[in-house]
């Protein structure tokens, strides 16, 4: 939100940042919410910002998979 945009459009450039994701699936309802999904496109994070977003994440095994 300290770039003006919402978690929403955060979490979305973070995703389009990623390689080999091309096209993420969202849950638009309401048009507001497709014209805040597109315009997640023209977000452009930093590494650093990259990586404050990825910190609390901690790696855990698949369970259940064989």
């Given at each position: 939100?300290?770039?003006?945009?919402?978690?929403?459009?955060?979490?979305?450039?973070?995703?389009?940042?990623?390689?080999?994701?091309?096209?993420?699936?969202?849950?638009?309802?309401?048009?507001?919410?497709?014209?805040?999904?597109?315009?997640?496109?023209d977000?452009?994070?930093?590494?650093?910002?990259?990586?404050?977003?990825?910190?609390?994440?901690?790696?855990?095994?698949?369970?259940?998979?064989?």
């Amino acid at each position: 939100e300290e770039k003006g945009f919402s978690p929403a459009q955060i979490a979305l450039a973070w995703l389009l940042h990623k390689p080999g994701v091309t096209a993420p699936i969202i849950g638009a309802t309401k048009m507001h919410h497709l014209e805040q999904a597109a315009a997640a496109v023209d977000i452009s994070l930093s590494e650093e910002e990259i990586k404050r977003i990825e910190a609390p994440y901690r790696p855990h095994p698949v369970l259940g998979h064989q």
